[in-house]
């Protein structure tokens, strides 16, 4: 069975600091990884994608991709309280497999 | 671009009572669409896969005769909730990528689902 893993935290860092998440997925075949923000009760937001090994940087959000060690991270730089969500890894194999996100909260 | 909706936005029903949620892609022509659902503290969970104009394909476990997909469209998908049941009350979600074959996938805002 197809499995993606996240701590469920809350993971929480002052606002300003840099916050990381992490993701960890099972099959090896997995060609796209995604990481979704989500607040409570709404729909989920794509943020940021990744396909290829190393780093990919959009703003604010930086997505790392290391598929031997089948690891993927969401680093927020100068996080702030808007930033406070659940964050969501997916990976496709097939179909979008979610991990159980992660809880963030930026403190004031 | 690539903005989906869904209607409605919640919705509370009687037990045995049937709902129908419509999921439109507002910009972009969708031969795909995503069902998912999301119970209270847990992740998304793929229900089934609309295909327009051909059956939706459904995830182990998802009663296909309980769901009713249909794909009439390429900007329409709606998911009937049949004889709902208190245990149906979840956060129903659509998606759809931007373009054929594209992995990425765009979500509706979703339609709360309570049963009473």
């Known amino acids: 069975q197809k499995e993606v893993e996240q701590n469920s935290g809350p993971l929480s860092v002052p606002e300003g600091a840099i916050a990381s998440l992490n993701c960890t997925y099972s099959?090896?075949?997995?060609?796209?990884f995604f990481w979704y923000r989500q607040y409570s009760g709404k729909s989920p937001e794509l943020i940021m994608f990744?396909?290829?090994?190393g780093d990919k940087e959009d703003g604010r959000f930086t997505a790392q991709l290391n598929k031997a060690s089948q690891y993927v991270s969401l680093l927020i730089r100068d996080s702030q309280p808007s930033d406070s969500a659940t964050y969501l890894c997916?990976?496709?194999?097939?179909?979008?497999?979610f991990g159980q996100g992660t809880t963030l909260q930026v403190k004031p | 671009g690539a903005v989906v909706s869904q209607h409605p936005s919640w919705v509370i029903c009687k037990s045995g009572t049937s709902v129908k949620i419509e999921c439109r892609s507002l910009?972009?022509?969708?031969?795909?669409m995503f069902w998912y659902r999301q119970f209270p503290k847990q992740s998304l969970m793929l229900m089934a896969t609309?295909?327009?104009?051909?059956?939706?394909?459904?995830e182990q476990g998802v009663e296909k005769d309980k769901f009713l997909i249909n794909h009439a469209s390429l900007t329409l998908s709606t998911l009937t909730v049949t004889s709902a049941h208190p245990e149906d009350s979840s956060f129903y979600i659509c998606?759809?990528?931007?373009?054929?074959?594209?992995?990425?996938?765009?979500f509706g805002p979703g339609t709360r689902l309570t049963v009473l």
């Open positions: 609309s295909n327009e104009g051909s059956k939706a394909t459904y």
């Open positions: 997916a990976v496709m194999g097939g179909k979008l497999i």
């Open positions: 910009d972009f022509q969708a031969t795909t």
């Open positions: 990744i396909y290829s090994n």
């Open positions: 099959d090896r075949g997995s060609q796209s």
């Open positions: 998606s759809a990528p931007p373009r054929p074959g594209f992995d990425e996938q765009f």
